[in-house]
């Protein structure tokens, strides 16, 4: 119940006190008028909504959470381009790690 509360809570702020931020978003990616506003909200809250589930963690909870670093970002720097840079080079540096670490942990295995 916390959790549905929690979401409906951060989708009121966003309509309401962070309602530039989010309309300014929603032009970034190309949306226009009432869909600028509660397109990305909506996103937002449900991202809140699917991360305070503790018990089901998976590829969703990662989908949601790089929703809203990219939301952040782009609302602090208003440069949707260099956010894009940025989620890439994120994840470049994030596959190298995990490659580099599946390496390191099937060579200890086979040392013994």
């Not at 978003?25 to 305070?52: D, E, N, Q």
């Not at 390496?103 to 086979?110: F, L, P, Q, W, Y």
């Amino acid at each position: 119940m916390l959790r549905f509360l929690a979401s409906f809570l951060s989708f009121i702020l966003l309509i309401t006190y962070f309602k530039g931020y989010t309309v300014e978003f929603g032009k970034l990616i190309g949306l226009s008028g009432f869909w600028a506003l509660y397109i990305p909200s909506t996103i937002s809250a449900l991202s809140i909504l699917r991360l305070l589930d503790r018990e089901n963690w998976g590829v969703l909870d990662a989908l949601a959470l790089g929703w809203l670093g990219i939301f952040a970002l782009t609302s602090m720097t208003g440069n949707i381009e260099q956010v894009a840079y940025e989620v890439v080079k994120s994840a470049v540096g994030f596959a190298i790690g995990t490659i580099l670490g599946a390496i390191a942990a099937t060579s200890a295995t086979r040392r013994g």
